[in-house]
C-alpha cells in the first residue's frame, strides 16, 4: 500500500503522523471496535484518534481507495 500513498506537503506545526502508524490505528479501531475518541495514542503509538479519523478521508481524497482496489486483486492474482 505504501507505493500507493501520495505525497504530502508538510506544513509548519504539529508533526503530521507517520502513515503506516495512522492506519494501524484505523486498523485497530476497525478490529476492536474501540471509539476512536478513546484511542490510547501514547500507549500503542497510533497517534491520537482525531488524526486516525482525518488520514481515511485524506486518502479518499486523493484516489487512494480505488488504485488499491484495483491493484491488490491483480497482486494476488499474480501470486496465485
Known amino acids: 500500500m505504501e507505493p500507493l500513498l501520495p505525497k504530502v506537503e508538510r506544513h509548519a506545526g504539529r508533526r503530521q503522523l507517520d502513515d503506516r502508524r495512522a492506519l494501524c490505528g484505523i486498523l485497530f479501531v476497525l478490529h476492536t471496535g474501540t471509539r476512536r475518541e478513546f484511542l490510547p495514542p501514547q500507549e500503542l503509538g497510533f497517534g491520537s484518534g482525531t488524526a486516525c479519523w482525518h488520514r481515511p478521508a485524506e486518502w479518499h481524497e486523493t ?8 491493484l491488490l486483486p491483480e497482486e494476488l492474482h499474480a501470486a496465485g
Open 63 to 70: 484516489g487512494l481507495w480505488g488504485r488499491l482496489h484495483r
